[in-house]
């Protein structure tokens, strides 16, 4: 059974910090491509990053370019979203998903098959 759990979120003060991680189960890195969303009240979802750890390649939002940076540990199967500088308009939760390594736009949705179930983060003014 595929599961992903997100962890890492909380409250914090606009410029600061925070890591997410997500951890995977009932699957390889290597077969996958893994991102991150983020969901605020009112508002679309969002791609925010994606990763695939086959050859490394990346792909960011340009609202997060330059202050989040995503990696993955194989041998924990886990995946990492390091946000630094965060903003007030960061405020959402944010969901990994896993999807094909073979997946042409990272930053839909629609192209992942697997979802966790999301973590809470919050930055105040």
């Known amino acids: 059974e595929v599961q992903l759990v997100e962890s890492g979120g909380g409250l914090v003060q606009a410029g600061g910090s925070l890591r997410l991680s997500c951890a995977a189960s009932?699957?390889?890195?290597?077969?996958?491509?893994i991102g991150w969303f983020r969901q605020a009240p009112g508002k679309e979802r969002e791609g925010v990053s994606c990763?695939?750890?086959?050859?490394?390649?990346?792909y960011y939002a340009d609202s997060v370019k330059g202050r989040f940076t995503i990696s993955s540990d194989n041998a924990k199967n886990t995946v990492y979203l390091q946000m630094n500088s965060l903003k007030p308009e960061d405020t959402a939760v944010y969901y990994c998903?896993?999807?094909?390594?073979?997946?042409?736009?990272?930053?839909?949705?629609?192209?992942?098959?697997?979802w966790g179930q999301g973590t809470q983060v919050t930055v105040s003014s």
């Open positions: 998903a896993a999807g094909p390594i073979g997946l042409i736009r990272p930053w839909l949705g629609y192209e992942y098959d697997y």
């Open positions: 009932g699957f390889t890195f290597d077969d996958r491509a």
């Open positions: 990763i695939r750890s086959s050859d490394g390649s990346t």
